[in-house]
C-alpha cells in the first residue's frame, strides 16, 4: 500500500525558515518524480514544487521561485522542502504527493496524496 | 501560466440526479487535464487522467470527456459519497496549474 507521510508543519514567523518532510513507503521511491502542493485555508490547491528521481531537476512556480527547495534522499525514501523567507501567504496545508506520467499521453499528474501537514506564517 | 476556470462555483443537486461540471483552460492543452475530489477535511484523490481515462478503483459513474480547451466531469446519478469539492488540473505546461474548485453540495 502507497503511503505518503507528512511531518515538521508548525507555527512559524515572518521571515523565517521551516523544513518539512514526507516519509514514502509501499512502492519504489526512487522510481518517481515527486512534489509538494499546497492549499491555503478555504483556497484551492496549487502546485509548489517538483523533483526529478534523482534529484537533479527541481521545478518551481515563481509564488516560490528563490525560497523553496525540493529534495529527496532515496536511501530514506523520503522527500523534503526547505521554506525560506515564509511570508503570511504561505500558510497552508501542505502535501507531498506523487506524480506520475504515461508513454502514450502529454504531462504527469498526482496518483497518491499524503495526509498533509500545516504550516502557518504568523507573527 | 496556462489558466483554468471552473464552473459552476456551486452546484446544488439532489442525489440520484446526473451532473456535469466544466473546466475551460486559457489555451488548448490537448488531453493534458485530470480530476481530483477533495471531501471535506481530506486529500484530494485521483478520479480521471488525461480527460476521459478511468482511474483502478474509482466508481463507474464517474466520466471525463473533452480536449482542447473545454473538458466535463460527468456523475452519472449523483450519491451522498460524492457531495464534495471537485478540482481540475492541466500538465500540458511542466508549470502545473489547478482549477478553483466546483463544489457540490446537497440541494
Known amino acids: 500500500e502507497v503511503q505518503l507521510v507528512e511531518s515538521g508543519g508548525g507555527l512559524v514567523q515572518p521571515g523565517r525558515s521551516l523544513k518539512l518532510s514526507c516519509a514514502a513507503s509501499?512502492?519504489?521511491?526512487?522510481?518517481?518524480?515527486m512534489a509538494w502542493v499546497r492549499q491555503a485555508p478555504k483556497k484551492g490547491l496549487e502546485w509548489v514544487a517538483t523533483?526529478?528521481?534523482?534529484?537533479?531537476?527541481?521545478y518551481y512556480p515563481d509564488s516560490v521561485k528563490g525560497r523553496f527547495t525540493i529534495s529527496r534522499d532515496n536511501a530514506k525514501s523520503s522527500l523534503y522542502l526547505q521554506m525560506n523567507s515564509l511570508k503570511s501567504e504561505d500558510t497552508a496545508t501542505y502535501y507531498c504527493?506523487?506524480?506520475?506520467?504515461?508513454?502514450?499521453?502529454?504531462?504527469?499528474?498526482?496518483?497518491?496524496w499524503g495526509q498533509g501537514v500545516m504550516v502557518t506564517v504568523s507573527s | 501560466n496556462i489558466v483554468l476556470t471552473q464552473s459552476p462555483a456551486t452546484l446544488s443537486v439532489t442525489p440520484g440526479e446526473s451532473v456535469s461540471l466544466s473546466c475551460r483552460a486559457s489555451?488548448?492543452?490537448?488531453?493534458?487535464i485530470h480530476w481530483y475530489q477533495q471531501k471535506s477535511n481530506e486529500s484530494p484523490r485521483l478520479l480521471i487522467k488525461?480527460?476521459?481515462q478511468s482511474i483502478s478503483g474509482i466508481p463507474s459513474r464517474f466520466s471525463g470527456s473533452g480536449s482542447g480547451t473545454d473538458f466535463t466531469l460527468s456523475i452519472n446519478r449523483v450519491e451522498s459519497e460524492d457531495f464534495s469539492i471537485y478540482y481540475c488540473?492541466?500538465?500540458?505546461?511542466?508549470?502545473?496549474?489547478f482549477g478553483s474548485g466546483t463544489k457540490l453540495e446537497i440541494k
Open positions: 488525461y480527460a476521459s
Open positions: 488540473q492541466q500538465s500540458y505546461s511542466s508549470l502545473y496549474t
Open positions: 489555451q488548448s492543452i490537448s488531453t493534458s
Open positions: 509501499g512502492f519504489t521511491f526512487s522510481n518517481y518524480y
Open positions: 523533483i526529478s528521481t534523482s534529484g537533479s531537476r527541481t
Open positions: 504527493a506523487r506524480r506520475q506520467s504515461s508513454y502514450s499521453s502529454r504531462g504527469c499528474y498526482f496518483d497518491y
